[in-house]
């Protein structure tokens, strides 16, 4: 067979073959998708939970996950719609699920089903303060991949300004519970740590827009957040030697002792006041000095029209 000939046997083929897998995703997410884009609003189930029964299609496809199948995550609902839930799902998926179940009580499977994908992640966050909080305290407030990354539908790019961790919103995302009095008193956590960083020289950089200025994970890391006295916390001692020191070159034992939690200090505060007044001071004289000059101008206009009369 001649070399052209192959080609024209083959070229079909393997065009049929690429197009195989991608038509049977599709198709199987099409399939949840015509109930699933159409159904609007919320349902209780027997459990008491709300569920949001709407997956917008268009949102769903422009996500970083828009070319999974719905059941690459809800291993359980293979059968369409879902009538059995029996497919069977990796041990270790499983295992993590009813780990989270907890939190997760609507398809922990698909919560779990991150592992399958993000293995490293998901162990750096079982095994952060905020996943020990879950399958060791037996609580629900330490944060999961959704709290901190928003519906598993619509996930994006870090680095998309909407998406909840970017820069522009991660500060306000950890602030959901950093910043919620009741977390704070229960966990025994420094008095509100919102408060001081946006206080601090790097919140108020941030808020203006400095692009380097530390957002949280910047100091904490995104995944293996540790407690402050955790001696594998990048907060702890001397690591932040190598923390601060990623931005502030020839950081020394001396300059990371700066709180970075705390307002700056009395000095820069009173400066600061003292800052203000002074151009308030200036601006007032201004002001008063040309309404003055003003009043003479018309009293002597008003006086000289008077002598000419
Ligand atoms: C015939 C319409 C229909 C189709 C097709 C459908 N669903 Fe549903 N789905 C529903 C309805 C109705 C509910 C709410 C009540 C219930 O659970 O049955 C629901 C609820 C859910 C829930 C919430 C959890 C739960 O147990 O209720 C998930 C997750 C879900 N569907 C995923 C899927 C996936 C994945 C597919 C595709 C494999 C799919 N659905 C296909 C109608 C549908
Ligand atoms: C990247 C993984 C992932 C993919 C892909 C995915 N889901 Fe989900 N979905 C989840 C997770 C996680 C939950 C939350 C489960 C929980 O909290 O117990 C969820 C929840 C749901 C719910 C219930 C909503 C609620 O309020 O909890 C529905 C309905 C649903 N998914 C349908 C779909 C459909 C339809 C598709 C395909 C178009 C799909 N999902 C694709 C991970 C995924
Ligand atoms: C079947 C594999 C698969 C599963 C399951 C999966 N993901 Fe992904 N995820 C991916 C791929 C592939 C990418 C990379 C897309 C890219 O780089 O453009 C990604 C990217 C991401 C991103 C990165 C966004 C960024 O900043 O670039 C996040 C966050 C994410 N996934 C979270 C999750 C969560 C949470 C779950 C579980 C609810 C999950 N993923 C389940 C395959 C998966
Ligand atoms: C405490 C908040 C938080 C939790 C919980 C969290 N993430 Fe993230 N995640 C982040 C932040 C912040 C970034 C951005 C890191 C960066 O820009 O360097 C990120 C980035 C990512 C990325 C893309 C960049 C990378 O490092 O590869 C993936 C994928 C991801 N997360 C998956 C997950 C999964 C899966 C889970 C659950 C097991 C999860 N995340 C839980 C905050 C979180
Ligand atoms: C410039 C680095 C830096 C940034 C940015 C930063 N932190 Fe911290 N954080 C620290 C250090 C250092 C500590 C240890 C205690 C201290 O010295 O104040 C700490 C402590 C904490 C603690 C423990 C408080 C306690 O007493 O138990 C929490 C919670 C925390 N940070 C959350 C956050 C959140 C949320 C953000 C974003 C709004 C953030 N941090 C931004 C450096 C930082
Ligand atoms: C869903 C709520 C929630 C979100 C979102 C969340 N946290 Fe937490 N975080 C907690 C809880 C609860 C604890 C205390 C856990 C414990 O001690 O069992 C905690 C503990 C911590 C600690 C350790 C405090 C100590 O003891 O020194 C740090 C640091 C921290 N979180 C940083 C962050 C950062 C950074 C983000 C955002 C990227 C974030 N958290 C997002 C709930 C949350
Ligand atoms: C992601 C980068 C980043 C990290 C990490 C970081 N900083 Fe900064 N820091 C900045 C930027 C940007 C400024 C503002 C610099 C300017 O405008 O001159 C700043 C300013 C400061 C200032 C006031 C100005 C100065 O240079 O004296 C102090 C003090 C400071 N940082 C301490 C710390 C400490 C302590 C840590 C570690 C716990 C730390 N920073 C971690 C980026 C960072």
């Known amino acids: 067979m001649s070399y052209k000939k192959l080609l024209t046997v083959f070229a079909p083929l393997l065009f049929f073959a690429l197009l195989l897998p991608q038509t049977v ?3 199987e997410s099409a399939n949840c998708l015509a109930c699933h884009s159409a159904m609007k609003g919320k349902l209780k189930t027997s459990g008491g939970t709300l569920i949001e029964l709407n997956v917008d299609t268009e949102k769903f496809r422009s996500s970083v996950h828009g070319s999974l199948s719905c059941t690459d995550c809800h291993m359980r609902f293979s059968d369409n719609p879902h009538s059995s839930p029996s497919a069977s799902v990796p041990p270790q998926v499983l295992s993590i699920s009813s780990r989270i179940s907890s939190k997760h009580g ?53 680095k998309d300004p909407t998406s909840k961790i970017s820069r522009e919103n991660q500060v306000e995302t950890c602030g959901r519970c950093h910043g919620d009095k009741k977390i704070i008193e229960k966990y025994n956590l420094q008095e509100n740590v919102m408060n001081s960083f946006q206080e601090s020289f790097h919140g108020r950089k941030l808020h203006l827009g400095h692009m380097r200025a530390p957002v949280c994970a910047s100091c904490h890391n995104s995944h293996d957040i540790k407690s402050k006295n955790d001696p594998s916390s990048p907060v702890f001692g001397k690591n932040k030697l190598q923390t601060c020191g990623k931005c502030h070159e020839g950081a020394n034992e001396k300059f990371i002792s700066a709180i970075t939690h705390r307002p700056p200090g009395p000095i820069p505060h009173y400066a600061e006041k003292a800052l203000i007044l002074l151009t308030m001071g200036v601006f007032a004289f201004v002001v008063l000095h040309v309404l003055l000059e003003a009043f003479s101008d018309i009293r002597d206009a008003i006086f000289r029209k008077e002598r000419e009369e």
């Open 106 to 158: 609507v398809d922990p499977v698909a919560a779990a089903a991150c592992n399958r994908c993000h293995e490293e992640i998901y162990n750096k966050v079982l095994g952060s303060v905020h996943g020990k909080n879950i399958t060791d305290k037996n609580q629900t407030d330490g944060a999961l991949c959704l709290d901190c990354h928003g519906s598993p539908h619509y996930i994006t790019s870090a």
């Open 25 to 27: 995703f599709a198709q």
